[in-house]
């Protein structure tokens, strides 16, 4: 039986949450920019049996974001079973050759090997290199940063950025992603260092709504590096099936900060959608749609400079956020 103060603490509570799901969806904050990436449409200078096998190791390494899927034991089946996979043959965007696999019978093969498909949605980079290299060098840079990145199947934009404010001061890693998202980016991808040549050593700084990370190598490896960063753990069949995680957090104190963290949440690799449930004043529960449920949630999480993990209430986990990690 509720009385009449329990009845106005929930009608509280409800209109409060109305009006953070409303605002939520109203405030003039970026989205994110997640591009269809054509991972089956491979080019192919023949028709062959070898030449099909050779654009399936492509198509595998694109479909999972890993390098080793090329060679994976797990996936050679498919490889060799190449020519039932096509759909059909095309012309690219340059009039080249190319062959398409149907897309739904290599994922679901790629899912019965117990090997995980990174959706096709995928977040669209940034690259910045640092300081800036004169035309010709910036030219063979673009060359090969956007090679690698077709291998992998990641969506880049090589473009000048500043990394300073007009005082010279080097600016935060949440700068840093705001200015990139002004251009339309989910992420910045930062190579530092003066030389020029293709496999001079960098120091590379992926900035990401979730994370900061930091790795040294040449022009492939910011590439190389970054994919692997964002790729979906290799997982079973089962630990691929979407579930709908709850997860608390607190230290959430104004509508700016709870759009924000739905942006967050839904940036994540694997996330669908991230839903606020309840609200209940600087703590706030999300239901989280994302492959591998509850587990998948929290290993994207792991490392996170906004969510540190506060333990857990009701079984259901609980983070802290930091704006400013």
């Known amino acids: 039986?509720?009385?009449?103060?329990?009845?106005?603490?929930?009608?509280?509570?409800?209109?409060?949450?109305?009006?953070?799901?409303?605002?939520?969806?109203?405030?003039?904050?970026?989205?994110?920019?997640?591009?269809?990436?054509?991972?089956?449409?491979?080019?192919?200078?023949?028709?062959?049996?070898?030449?099909?096998?050779?654009?399936?190791?492509?198509?595998?390494?694109?479909?999972?974001?890993?390098?080793?899927?090329?060679?994976?034991?797990?996936?050679?089946?498919?490889?060799?079973?190449?020519?039932?996979?096509?759909?059909?043959?095309?012309?690219?965007?340059?009039?080249?050759?190319?062959?398409?696999?149907?897309?739904?019978?290599?994922?679901?093969?790629?899912?019965?090997?117990?090997?995980?498909?990174?959706?096709?949605?995928?977040?669209?980079?940034?690259?910045?290199?640092?300081?800036?290299?004169?035309?010709?060098?910036?030219?063979?840079?673009?060359?090969?940063?956007?090679?690698?990145?077709?291998?992998?199947?990641?969506?880049?934009?090589?473009?000048?950025?500043?990394?300073?404010?007009?005082?010279?001061?080097?600016?935060?890693?949440?700068?840093?992603?705001?200015?990139?998202?002004?251009?339309?980016?989910?992420?910045?991808?930062?190579?530092r260092g003066s030389e020029a040549a293709p496999d001079a050593p960098l120091q590379w700084s992926l900035y990401t709504s979730a994370q900061t990370a930091n790795w040294g190598g040449p022009l492939a490896a910011g590439i190389e590096h970054a994919v692997d960063l964002l790729v979906p753990a290799p997982a079973s069949s089962l630990s691929q099936a979407e579930g709908t995680a709850p997860i608390e957090v607190e230290g959430v104190n104004s509508l700016a900060a709870y759009a924000s963290l739905q942006r967050l949440l839904e940036s994540l690799p694997g996330v669908r959608h991230a839903n606020i449930s309840a609200a209940d004043g600087t703590l706030v529960t999300f239901e989280v749609s994302v492959r591998g449920g509850a587990a998948g949630l929290e290993q994207q999480l792991e490392g996170s400079a906004h969510l540190v993990r506060a333990g857990a209430e009701g079984g259901r986990a609980r983070y802290r956020y930091q704006p400013q990690g």
Not at 20 to 34: N, T, W
């Open 1 to 191: 039986m509720f009385t009449a103060d329990s009845k106005a603490t929930l009608l509280q509570r409800q209109l409060l949450l109305s009006l953070v799901c409303l605002l939520c969806c109203s405030l003039p904050v970026p989205g994110f920019a997640a591009r269809p990436v054509r991972v089956y449409e491979i080019d192919i200078e023949a028709q062959s049996e070898p030449a099909l096998k050779e654009a399936m190791r492509q198509a595998l390494v694109r479909a999972t974001g890993r390098r080793e899927a090329a060679d994976d034991p797990a996936l050679a089946s498919i490889i060799a079973g190449a020519p039932k996979y096509v759909k059909t043959y095309a012309s690219g965007p340059r009039g080249e050759s190319q062959v398409v696999f149907d897309a739904a019978a290599v994922d679901g093969a790629i899912g019965a090997a117990g090997r995980t498909v990174w959706p096709r949605e995928r977040p669209f980079t940034l690259v910045v290199l640092d300081p800036p290299r004169a035309r010709a060098a910036q030219d063979a840079a673009r060359t090969e940063l956007e090679r690698v990145a077709a291998e992998r199947g990641l969506p880049i934009s090589l473009i000048p950025l500043a990394l300073t404010d007009s005082a010279g001061n080097a600016l935060s890693a949440d700068a840093l992603l705001q200015a990139a998202q002004k251009f339309g980016a989910d992420e910045l991808l930062v190579g």
